[in-house]
């Protein structure tokens, strides 16, 4: 079965900086997700990648997947609070149910 | 379009007792599927529909779980004799079509608490 590890499990960043979480995948990558979820509510679609070297970007969050397709990276340029929460990769597993990374958990500091 | 909804956003139930979560998916989306989240861990895959038919079902659903979308609509997940080891999140997502092109968008979730 597909695994997913992110990296780091969580993550103190002050405001106006930039950072940076992984997502390895055990297998290759066929369809990688990035959710973002605040605290004991549901998630909210970020972007989704395919192809290998894909990279795409929505306001100040930028994701890649690489050649290989079996690493992802979320880049947040200039954090700001509105940042903060838990960022999920999901990748599509046996039957089109994703398979999930444990997440990261993003804090921003004023 | 006012996204996938679930009711309640929290249940807290005694241990043995039965619940009932409801799922409401994006009206034009054909697939809806169950997740649960347990603390500090990702979701997990419980099972799916097509329109009305279940197609698949993790390991993870035991028998004391049954899960239906009538007229491939709105769906709910019933859980019976619930055990302490039933709380967690409990997501539902919906998407417009099949495999990985089709993005899936959650609800803001139930939350079960099994006392």
């Known amino acids: 079965s597909q695994e997913l590890e992110q990296s780091p499990q969580s993550l103190i960043v002050q405001e106006g900086k930039n950072l940076t979480i992984n997502c390895t995948s055990s297998?290759?990558?066929?369809?990688l997700y990035w959710y973002k979820q605040k605290y004991g509510e549901g998630l909210i679609f970020l972007m989704m990648l395919q192809k290998g070297g894909e990279e795409k970007s929505h306001e100040k969050i930028t994701a890649k997947l690489d050649e290989k397709k079996q690493q992802s990276s979320l880049h947040i340029t200039a954090s700001q609070p509105s940042h903060a929460g838990i960022y999920l990769c999901g990748a599509v597993g046996g039957a089109d149910g994703l398979t999930f990374g444990k997440g990261t958990h993003l804090i921003i500091q004023p | 379009d006012t996204g996938v909804s679930q009711d309640p956003r929290h249940k807290i139930t005694k241990r043995g007792q039965n619940v009932t979560f409801r799922c409401d998916p994006i009206?034009?989306?054909?697939?809806l599927y169950w997740y649960r989240q347990t603390l500090g861990q990702g979701p997990e895959f419980l099972t799916y529909f097509q329109n009305e038919a279940q197609l698949e079902k993790s390991r993870l659903l035991s028998d004391r779980f049954s899960a239906e979308r009538p007229k491939g609509s709105f769906s709910t997940l019933e859980i019976q004799r619930t055990e302490q080891g039933d709380s967690a999140m409990y997501l539902c997502?919906?998407?417009?079509?099949?495999?990985?092109?089709?993005?899936?968008?959650f609800g803001p979730g139930t939350r079960l608490t099994v006392t």
């Open positions: 997502a919906s998407s417009l079509g099949t495999g990985p092109s089709y993005e899936q968008y």
């Open positions: 297998k290759t990558l066929y369809g």
């Open positions: 009206s034009e989306h054909n697939r």
